[in-house]
């Protein structure tokens, strides 16, 4: 059932609780995707101001609030936009000036800081991508493919009607058992956003500064991010990173049937589950170390209830595995990280056929299999910025020299991943890129409030 897990959630949602702006925050920011899921993603290029606006004006209609984030929706909307977009709808000089200079400067130029380079490098990627061509994002997820195209119709219908508008193109995403293109449930650790009015799960811990994710809130620090000027523009938004991977699922495959222990799929399994710190069902390698455990995996009350204090030595789970260092909840960090200001709500979204264990890098083709990694954060360019350089591209933090992120990590050559075990660890060499980065955007996710002031050019008034 799509909703189950809502059901679950409102029964820890306290109305009485909520210190929010709950009606003018986006209820994307706060509503996880439905499992299973589908939904759009569309891309738009604003060509006059006055088209922008249009624009905008129409979408907001279609954009619910975070009052009822806990309720049943079927489908729901969300917008973004880039500085590009931002400067194309005509926002005053003072206003584009005061975000943060890597949102002014777009994904492409930090590029260097982003360690975005070979084959991951901005002139490799996609033309929707290029030449700060990416004004507004839509997002649409929805728990039915009926639902997606109410949706889509109600949202994006009209744009013939609106001149000055150009519509780059779509892209159609969905998971029917919610798992990544590898075939891993994925998205299962989020942070509880204080004021948001739900008590924790297991696992969850404290609930994280809601400035953290929310402008003009206080954030981790005692006091708010910096956020864009005027309040009316900047308060209750957030930011938003946008990278398109391609997947490489065969070569993933082929990695995994030259280094596992036995030819057995099994073997392969206990590999792939070493390399990515959970098993396909979702269960972390810390509550179940031998073998996948889908009762747990699926179990929301448990599957996120752990951290690696009581495994120092990473003999269940890898320090080096994707989920440990994208959170290493109580690991020892060679490098201090205050790991509360670099939690991010994850909005990732799956494209293309479902995890086939027989293919092989032969069958990989570009823009087959893939997945969009979406981030929501009040810090957002500076946290994808820290985790490409330190937590992905690097292993100093956890005293792994150059040991690269074996799921995401860029691999100009062949990496290695080391294993603990007694008595010796253990290391697999010929890691390889595999998810190739097709290009992305840092964008700007307004308020409703900001998206009518931007629509009705409020600064004119």
């Not at 449930?185 to 739900?198: E, F, I, N, R, T």
Request: hydrophobic share 35%; aromatic share 8%; charged share 30%.
């Amino acid at each position: 059932m799509p909703f189950d897990h809502l059901r679950e959630l409102r029964k820890r949602f306290r109305r009485e609780s909520v210190t929010l702006q709950l009606d003018d925050i986006q209820s994307l920011i706060l509503r996880s995707r439905p499992e299973p899921y589908v939904g759009i993603h569309a891309g738009l290029r604003v060509d006059t101001p006055e088209g922008g606006r249009a624009l905008l004006g129409r979408l907001v209609e279609y954009v619910p609030s975070a009052q009822d984030w806990t309720a049943d929706m079927h489908a729901w909307t969300g917008v973004a936009i880039s500085h590009a977009g931002l400067k194309a709808m005509g926002l005053p000089e003072e206003s584009l000036a005061s975000f943060p200079l890597p949102f002014r400067q777009g994904m492409a130029a930090r590029a260097g800081q982003l360690m975005d380079t070979g084959e991951n490098a901005p002139e490799t990627w996609e033309e929707f991508y290029k030449d700060d061509s990416l004004h507004v994002a839509v997002t649409i997820y929805a728990d039915s493919e009926e639902s997606r195209a109410d949706a889509v119709e109600k949202a994006l219908g009209y744009l013939e009607e609106i001149d000055g508008v150009t519509l780059l193109g779509t892209h159609a995403f969905g998971a029917p058992d919610a798992a990544n293109p590898f075939g891993y449930h994925d998205s299962l650790s989020q942070p509880l956003v204080a004021g948001a009015g739900v008590d924790a799960l297991p696992g969850q811990e404290r609930a994280i500064a809601a400035g953290e994710f929310i402008l003009g809130e206080d954030s981790e620090t005692g006091s708010p991010v910096a956020m864009p000027s005027p309040d009316v523009l900047g308060r209750n938004g957030s930011f938003v990173v946008l990278r398109k991977y391609d997947s490489r699922v065969g070569a993933w495959n082929d990695f995994l049937r030259e280094h596992a222990e036995e030819d057995t799929q099994e073997s392969r399994d206990a590999l792939g589950a070493k390399l990515v710190g959970r098993w396909r069902s979702g269960a972390p390698l810390v509550l179940s170390p031998e073998k996948d455990d889908v009762d747990l995996g699926m179990d929301q009350s448990r599957n996120d209830d752990f951290d690696y204090s009581d495994d120092r030595r990473g003999l269940m789970c890898p320090h080096s595995a994707h989920v440990r260092r994208m959170n290493p909840r109580g690991s020892e960090l060679t490098i201090l990280t205050d790991e509360n200001i670099h939690r991010i709500i994850r909005r990732s979204s799956t494209f293309g056929p479902e995890w086939d264990p027989d293919l092989t890098a032969a069958d990989d083709k570009d823009d087959e299999r893939g997945l969009f990694f979406i981030f929501i954060s009040a810090r957002a360019y500076d946290t994808v910025e820290f985790l490409q350089q330190e937590w992905i591209n690097r292993g100093n933090f956890v005293d792994l020299g150059t040991e690269r992120d074996p799921v995401v990590g860029l691999h100009e050559e062949p990496g290695r991943f080391t294993i603990p075990d007694r008595p010796v660890r253990k290391r697999v060499d010929g890691v390889t890129t595999f998810n190739r980065l097709r290009g992305g955007e840092y964008m700007f996710m307004p308020s409703l409030t900001a998206l009518r002031w931007i629509a009705d050019a409020g600064w004119e008034s």
